[in-house]
């Protein structure tokens, strides 16, 4: 299974970007896609996370300003981030789950967003 995110980028204070990871290497929707961040000197950090049947949860810092969404269709999850803050700053980490006789998970690459102020 792998994961391909893109849509990172460099924006302004109060800009927005749409970030999207793709899950390639299997057939199977999975279960619970999500996406997480990783600030420099900081833990990673659950960012909002989507079920197979569009059941929703976000961080408490991020509650009106993204927007999760997926297209089981295509296997591909979607943030999109408006009135982004320097704060918003971090490398952004999409992850799929596969609920089987066990719970696999599975990690994209990361892909950086930066938000000047």
């Known amino acids: 299974v792998r994961l391909v995110e893109s849509g990172g980028g460099l924006v302004q204070d109060g800009g927005s970007l749409r970030l999207s990871c793709a899950v390639s290497?299997?057939?199977?929707?999975?279960?619970?896609m999500g996406w997480y961040r990783q600030a420099p000197g900081k833990q990673r950090e659950m960012v909002a996370l989507?079920?197979?049947?569009?059941?929703?949860n976000y961080a408490d810092s991020v509650k009106g300003r993204f927007t999760i969404s997926r297209d089981n269709a295509k296997n591909t999850v979607y943030l999109q981030m408006n009135s982004l803050k320097p704060e918003d700053t971090a490398v952004y980490y999409c992850?799929?789950?596969?609920?089987?006789?066990?719970?696999?998970?599975?990690w994209g690459q990361g892909t950086q967003v930066t938000v000047s102020s």
């Open positions: 989507i079920s197979n049947v569009g059941t929703t």
């Open positions: 992850n799929a789950g596969f609920l089987g006789t066990t719970f696999s998970d599975y």
């Open positions: 290497g299997t057939i199977n929707s999975a279960n619970l």
